[in-house]
């Protein structure tokens, strides 16, 4: 009998704390304070580019930046394919916020050459940051003076779904080369093209980043890899097809043997996030981005290149983000 009434008190208590915990959290399993029921932290996909690009090593510090400034958000950064990919994994819920040029953004937000039929409404700008030039890279010893000597030869215009790859199919037609039928393609990532490049399997690649960029560096100190540019009269063809191309100079001492400046063209790189985010996780985001920025700068030479006064400007008519807009004129850049 006493131990059959134990039992019925252990019983009784388990059922107690039961019932203890069960009025602690709210239905959906969030636990509720004082003040009313709190938000589970905020988890945030953060697709960024290859790890021999730019904006990966700029993706990780401002993941761990957001991390330690914004609370109650988890931002997880991770490598990609690049600007379509990033947007491919917004468009399906797998990712939420990202990288991207404003080109490619562009074309999902209108539903145009690679997102023809499968239009992204919901994509939004958070930030513009800097200028991505196109960097043609070709090894010294193949007898390639311009884009045009490309033509049959071993190229890698980036691996399928990133900007590169993107930009190859626009510029290469330009030079009267059939894209990709008139190339021997690699579709590959930069790091693979590097060990190509060295390994004398390839002819050149396009390395599409801000600089200096690690891949170009790799590619003319240790792959006997050599900067080309584009021409004048291609550059203004360009421009007037596709507005947000804007001419740029590489300038020489960029990278190891670059002994001229080089004139390309470049697409501005911005953060992008999906619609469904909420206003207030993105307004926090934007405001420790930009009022943390110098701490970021030990993560990639390109962050001296931002100016908040820019993160505006030449967008292509894509949207903001109204958790980042709601900032932006806090702080009297918007109206």
């Known amino acids: 009998m006493v131990k059959n009434s134990w039992k019925k008190i252990m019983l009784i208590g388990v059922l107690a704390m039961i019932t203890i915990l069960a009025s602690a ?31 990966y090593p700029l993706g990780a510090a401002m993941a761990n ?18 600007g379509v990919d990033n947007l491919n994994l917004m468009k399906n819920g797998e990712a939420h916020i990202s990288f991207a040029t404003t080109g490619i953004i562009w074309e999902a937000y209108n539903g145009e050459r690679s997102f023809k039929d499968r239009q992204y409404k919901d994509v939004r700008i958070v930030a ?6 196109n960097q043609f890279v070709v090894r010294k010893d193949a007898g390639i003076k311009s884009i045009s000597d490309l033509k049959g030869k071993r190229f890698a ?21 059939e894209y990709p039928d008139d190339i021997k393609e690699n579709f590959v990532g930069f790091t693979e093209a590097i060990d190509l490049m060295r390994n004398k399997q390839i002819d050149g690649a396009l ?21 080309i540019g584009i021409e004048p009269e291609v550059r203004k063809s360009l421009m007037e097809t596709y507005p947000w191309y804007s001419e740029v100079t590489i300038p020489s001492g960029t990278y190891e043997n670059q002994k ?7 697409i ?7 619609a469904s985010v909420d206003d207030d996780t ?54």
């Open 268 to 274: 501005k790189m911005v953060l992008m996030a999906d």
């Open 25 to 55: 959290c709210g239905s959906d399993g969030t636990e509720e304070t004082e003040g009313g029921k709190s938000s589970k932290p905020v988890q945030l996909n953060f697709p960024t580019a290859s790890t021999t690009g730019t904006i």
């Open 282 to 335: 993105i307004y926090e985001l934007t405001k420790a981005f930009w009022e943390n920025i110098d701490s970021l700068k030990s993560a990639h030479a390109i962050v001296n290149q931002m100016n908040i006064d820019e993160a505006v400007t030449e967008l292509a008519d894509i949207p903001i983000h109204s958790g980042a807009e709601r900032y932006y004129k806090e702080i009297g850049i918007l109206k």
């Open 65 to 82: 930046l957001w991390g330690k400034e914004v609370q109650g958000v988890r931002v997880n950064a991770q490598a990609s394919n690049g």
């Open 157 to 177: 215009p980036g691996a399928v779904g990133s900007t590169p790859e993107v930009e190859s199919s626009i510029i290469l037609p330009e030079y009267g080369i």
């Open 207 to 227: 390395i599409q980043a801000g600089l200096p960029t690690a891949a170009v560096t790799e590619m003319t100190s240790t792959a006997d890899g050599v900067l």
């Open 260 to 266: 001229e400046d080089i004139d390309t063209l470049a």
């Open 128 to 133: 513009g940051l800097y200028y991505n030039p």
